[in-house]
T-cell receptor, first 117, second 114 residues
């Protein structure tokens, strides 16, 4: 299994440009999430999805859109990039079993380092 | 989810045990304690989790106090590759509800010294 993959690894944008960060997982996980991490700070949740066709907002959703058309893919769209969106973006997926004792260990991708000029 | 408190940074000599504390005094009876770590520039990595019993796996041990208000992650023989930021998180058991948003604080930066 490749686990959670993210592309691109690095990206530089100009203010106002749009782009899509790709995230894919091959573990058949229902739950997927996007986080951003700014220097010296913890991870902040942007958007998450509990299954194909279902998404919801996290702590810092403004300026980002998501969709979940398949179980495997969860792209993050920046509508009009701003310097404040310069950050490292991590995608994560986790299992969703309701069985007693099941855990929802999150698996993270390697991250996308985005710079907005 | 209950809030956690961790020291900002710690040092540990290579080969010695690293003991990372975490306070979670408002933890509820159905909340688990999870530990993740983030090696520089990489995505966070799951280490271990527990409810009330002590747990051990190939990476670490987790000691949870009897009142569950604090826990300690133990790396038995720290190596330079264990230098990372360690996050302590408490979360409701998965089967009690739907998706649980994970809140990562700033964690403890562990520096393993040669």
């Amino acid at each position: 299994n490749a686990g959670v993959t993210q592309t691109p690894k690095f990206q530089v944008l100009k203010t106002g440009q749009s782009m899509t960060l790709q995230c894919a997982q091959d573990m058949n996980h229902e739950y997927m999430s996007w986080y951003r991490q700014d220097p010296g700070m913890g991870l902040r949740l942007i958007h998450y999805s509990v299954g194909a066709g279902i998404t919801d907002q996290g702590e810092v959703p403004n300026g980002y859109n998501v969709s979940r058309s398949t179980t495997e893919d969860f792209p993050l769209r920046l509508l009009s990039a701003a310097p404040s969106q310069t950050s490292v973006y991590f995608c994560a997926s986790s299992y969703s079993s309701k069985s007693s004792g099941a855990t929802d260990t999150q698996y993270f991708g390697p991250g996308t380092r985005l710079t907005v000029l | 989810d209950a809030k956690t408190t961790q020291p900002t940074s710690m040092d540990c000599a290579e080969g010695r045990a690293a003991n990372l504390p975490c306070n979670h005094s408002t933890i509820s009876g159905n909340e688990y304690v999870y530990w993740y770590r983030q090696i520089h520039s990489q995505g966070p990595q799951y280490i271990i989790h527990g409810l009330k019993n002590n747990e051990t796996n190939e990476m670490a041990s987790l000691i949870i106090t009897e009142d569950r208000k604090s826990s300690t992650l133990i790396l038995p023989h720290a190596t330079l590759r264990d230098t990372a930021v360690y996050y302590c998180i408490v979360r409701v058991a998965l089967w009690t509800g739907g998706y649980q948003k994970v809140t990562f604080g700033t964690g403890t930066k562990l520096q393993v010294i040669p």
